[in-house]
């Protein structure tokens, strides 16, 4: 019986974190997540550009939970708009610099991906 008790406590427990960590982003925190270069030295120009880029992609992102799409479209929606993202920090930044970043941050950036992909935009 302890037993039972015990593993029911362990699942409860875990689908209380679950639903906790998939409650909500806050844009402060998303954008200071994408601001961040780790260690590529940017000029004052290619900072301002990296941080349009990043304000704009944010923006966008609160904007998808107005829309009310399925969860498949809605992921669809965020790749597209990290892919843009991409595309106008390619163009901004140059080819070399946004080489440099991305090398830096791919692994971040996966991840903050996964995160939107699964928590809600709280203003």
């Given amino acids: 019986m302890k037993k039972i008790i015990f593993k029911v406590i362990l699942i409860i427990a875990f689908f209380i974190s679950s639903i906790s960590f998939a409650q909500g982003i806050n844009r402060t925190s998303l ?8 260690g590529v030295a940017l000029s004052e120009d ?5 941080g349009n880029a990043n304000n704009t992609l944010v923006l966008e992102l609160f904007g998808l939970d107005e829309k009310n799409l399925s969860k498949e479209n809605r992921n669809k929606e965020i ?12 163009s901004s930044l140059g080819i070399n610099k946004y080489s440099d970043i991305k090398a ?5 950036i996966a991840e903050t991906i996964k995160k939107v992909k699964q928590a809600k935009m709280v203003p």
Avoid: A, P, Q
Avoid at 79 to 90: G, H
Avoid at 104 to 108: C, F, L, M
């Fill in 31 to 38: 954008l200071n997540e994408l601001n961040k270069t780790y």
């Fill in 46 to 50: 290619e900072k301002t550009y990296f």
């Fill in 79 to 90: 790749d597209k708009l990290f892919d843009k993202r991409d595309k106008s920090l390619t």
């Fill in 104 to 108: 830096r941050t791919d692994e971040k």
